[in-house]
């Protein structure tokens, strides 16, 4: 991070987004890092890439880029607002300001902001009361319709209830036991489910994350026998999915 400070000189407002913010207000070390880009990421990170003697792997379509320096590495992305043409569908995304692109996250506690820049450097942006509910542990969604819009935040919420140690709150618990129960996840197509349920199963407390996803219905939601055994289809989700199964519950 300290190397990237200088190079992010006289270029277009830079922030460190996600993740690493919020792992950095745990005091905990973040081996992502995402910077949002007030203007042409793509842009910066080929500058950022000469400036630190690296390479940028540039992904034009989307605003985005990836940079590689001296140990480094750095996911550089245009902020931007988004809008879902129907739920579950990937968004329709166009530049915007830093605001929008903040309240367009999944849960509080992600999106916060820090400042790279010259005049902004290590100030905290924080509009939704991330840092609050990350001292408080309290996993927030940002607007009603966070898990219609986006229904793999149901797997996410309880991922990060399992890593961090912390709790949806009630208004957020009630939007996710109604979204599984109105069938939210089948909007969503079989890889993106199957990518979601990978991570859930990688961590450490997967066992209180599948009591969680019993106690809000959400394994029934996604597969009826996740219900009945939900540690021996979970683990057969798995392996569907690391066999490159269509949809991670195939094989359930």
């Known amino acids: 991070m300290a190397e990237l400070l200088p190079a992010l000189r006289g270029l277009p407002p830079a922030y460190l987004v996600g993740g690493a913010v919020r792992d950095m207000l745990r005091g905990a070390e973040s081996v992502d890092l995402d910077i949002a880009v007030e203007g042409d990421a793509v842009a910066v990170a ?13 992904h034009e ?31 329709v995304v166009e530049p915007a300001p830093l605001a929008d692109d903040l309240v367009r996250r999944d849960f509080t ?44 935040r149901l797997l996410r919420a309880l991922r990060y209830e399992a890593r961090l140690g912390m709790r949806m709150d009630a208004r957020t618990e009630e939007l996710a036991r109604t979204a599984a129960a109105d ?27 599948l009591e969680r996803a019993r106690e809000l219905e959400i394994d ?8 009945a055994e939900p540690e021996l289809a979970a683990a057969a989700a798995l392996g569907a999915a690391e066999t490159g199964a269509d949809r991670g519950l195939a094989a359930l």
């Open 46 to 58: 080929r500058t950022l890439a000469e400036r630190l003697g690296g390479e940028a792997r540039e």
């Open 61 to 91: 379509r989307f605003g985005t880029a990836t940079v590689r320096a001296g140990g480094v590495t750095a996911d550089l992305a245009t902020t931007r607002r988004e809008r879902y043409e129907r739920p579950g569908a990937l968004p």
């Open 109 to 152: 506690i992600n999106a916060m902001a820090v400042g790279l820049s010259e005049d902004d450097v290590g100030e905290l942006h924080d509009p939704h009361g991330g840092r609050t509910d990350l001292e408080s542990g309290v996993v927030r969604v940002l607007h009603e319709r966070s898990f219609i819009d986006d229904p793999t």
């Open 183 to 209: 069938g939210a996840l089948e909007t969503v197509s079989g890889p993106r489910i199957r990518d979601e349920l990978m991570d859930l199963l990688r961590e450490l407390e997967t066992p209180s994350a």
């Open 220 to 227: 029934s939601a996604l597969h009826p026998s996740l219900a």
